[in-house]
């Protein structure tokens, strides 16, 4: 059961890192997007490597700071590509449609990746605190039987 589990978070890992490469793909149209690099390299990991514990844990970390810098440039980027500009611009204008779809495949990249983070974080678990949760469940599910 529990391998059925971790084959199909993993399964979950690589279907996200796989969205994250093609949502950047479209994003580097207008911006040069480094998501396509990371996300193509954690898959290549992810698929060819035996992972341990620490494996999982230490993607998990490098996710968490791309996510944090995806956030920093949806706050400062995103927030400037979504106002008017100071005087009319037209060349400003003519890129707007495609500012916003970016913005817009942005949030949705950051939405993924915290996906990401958490099938990571599970994955990277020790064995102890697996063990620990899986006895948490089954004397949860025992006490909700027990009064069924």
């Known amino acids: 059961m529990a391998g059925e589990d971790e084959q199909r978070q993993k399964s979950l890992i690589e279907y996200l890192l796989w969205a994250t490469a093609v949502l950047s793909a479209f994003n580097c149209i207008i911006r040069p997007d480094y998501n396509i690099i990371f996300s193509l390299l954690f898959l290549y990991v992810v698929i060819s490597q035996n992972l341990d514990n620490v494996g999982y844990k230490n993607l998990c970390y490098m996710t968490?700071?791309?996510?944090?810098?995806?956030?920093?440039?949806?706050?400062?980027?995103?927030?400037?590509?979504?106002?008017?500009?100071?005087?009319?611009?037209?060349?400003?204008?003519?890129?707007?449609?495609?500012?916003?779809?970016?913005?817009?495949?942005?949030?949705?990249?950051?939405?993924?990746k915290a996906g990401l983070v958490y099938f990571l974080f599970q994955l990277s678990a020790d064995d102890d605190a697996r063990q620990k949760l899986d006895d948490f469940k089954s004397s949860m599910k025992q006490r909700l039987n027990r009064r069924a």
């Open 64 to 112: 968490v700071f791309l996510l944090i810098v995806d956030l920093l440039w949806v706050i400062t980027l995103g927030w400037i590509w979504s106002e008017d500009p100071p005087t009319y611009n037209q060349n400003w204008e003519s890129f707007r449609s495609m500012h916003h779809i970016v913005i817009f495949l942005s949030i949705v990249e950051i939405i993924f």
